[in-house]
């Protein structure tokens, strides 16, 4: 089987021209906006009303925040961040037997986006893993490195208990009830990791770790190394670079909060950038609704505004939509839109 792994072992000189954007898709660092931050909620700061007020705001301007006194202990953070490292350390071989690029695969590793689809490759090994139930998925895990099942899935446990609260937070900031989002999106919510690796790449200017994209779930847990800088996140049509901090994880809102709460809260556009020196390491933990949820606004929501901006929808048929394109084509959601 032909792979395009680019977490050889070994450091790329040049890069591929498969990989090389065209001239006007390229990072061009100089457009980043310099000032602004996401902002930064406190979950821990005791004060419900402030927190839901700070998210309304967060969702409807950014469609991401970056949380701080969220209660996953430092360990399970470290121990998720380390044995990512040490699992694409691995040699070739070792991570060869779990390769692949069907994306109907529940675990898998895999490379860029969607490699048969796309027309420029980029940046970025990936493993992809179901989450949810355990017991169901972690026998196919990784092996290797031997403390891998273990601290991954006390990672998953943790991201999801913390997503189901942000979830609460979110339904009170759409003045639903606070049952209200988990309700839509089913009992038993999926659960998918990305752990992403972008190696050190000879050509930073010339590609991206992850172009353009949304994120077609519903909810979005990611954890990156906070000693290397590379998310970016558009707002008012400028790319504006996510500092990371440290012990803090980015949420963003997925296509699926965007429908649901019948465009009021944004699915925004964001993107992996590389960097010339070190490798860096990001983990996206995805909350899904149930394959058979239908993804439909509750009443006060359409009733407030001029009635509903997308069509109900299941999320099976979403995500067989999102699957079928590439990556960095228009709001997958704009083929859902009533007109
Ligand atoms: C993703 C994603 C960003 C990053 O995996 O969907 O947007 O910083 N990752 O790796
Ligand atoms: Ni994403």
């Known amino acids: 089987m032909e792979t395009l792994l680019i977490s050889t072992g070994t450091r790329h000189t040049s890069l591929p021209d498969s990989y090389v954007r065209p001239e006007h898709d390229r990072p061009r660092p100089e457009d980043i906006s310099p000032c602004k931050d996401v902002p930064i909620v406190d979950l821990g700061c005791g004060d419900r009303p402030r927190i839901v007020q700070e998210i309304a705001a967060a969702c409807m301007h950014f469609g991401f925040f970056q949380v701080i006194g969220h209660g996953v202990p430092g360990e399970a953070v470290e121990g998720m961040l380390g044995v990512a490292a040490s699992f694409f350390e691995l040699p070739m071989e070792e991570k060869m037997k779990l390769y692949s ?73 759409l ?85 649901l709460s019948n465009g009021k809260y944004k699915s925004v556009w964001h993107r992996a950038v590389v960097n010339g020196d070190v490798s860096r390491i990001s983990v996206a933990s995805f909350l899904c609704p149930e394959n058979n949820a239908m993804i439909s606004p509750p009443k006060s929501l359409v009733e407030a505004g001029s009635g509903a901006v997308y069509r109900d929808f299941t999320y099976a048929e979403y995500y067989a939509k999102f699957w079928s394109r590439n990556l960095d084509q228009e709001h997958c959601l704009e083929l859902f839109r009533n007109v």
């Open 175 to 259: 003045g639903l009830d606070k049952d209200t989002v988990k309700d839509v999106l089913g009992d038993a919510q999926g659960q998918h990791m990305a752990v992403n690796f972008y190696p050190p790449c000879p050509r930073p200017d010339l590609t991206y770790g992850l172009p353009g994209h949304t994120d077609p779930n519903a909810l979005t847990v990611l954890l990156q190394d906070s000693r290397v800088p590379g998310l970016q996140v558009l707002k008012d049509g400028k790319w504006l670079a996510v500092r990371p901090i440290p012990g803090a994880f980015v949420i963003n809102i997925g296509d699926q909060l965007q429908a």
């Open 101 to 173: 690029d069907d994306p109907s695969r529940t675990t898998r590793l895999s490379t860029s986006f969607n490699v048969k689809k796309e027309a420029v490759h980029n940046w970025r090994d990936y493993l992809r893993l179901h989450c949810h139930p355990l017991e169901k998925y972690v026998p196919e895990w990784p092996n290797n490195p031997p403390s891998f099942k273990e601290v991954v899935s006390n990672y998953c446990k943790e991201v999801r208990r913390l997503g189901y609260k942000i979830e609460e937070l979110i339904s009170e900031s």
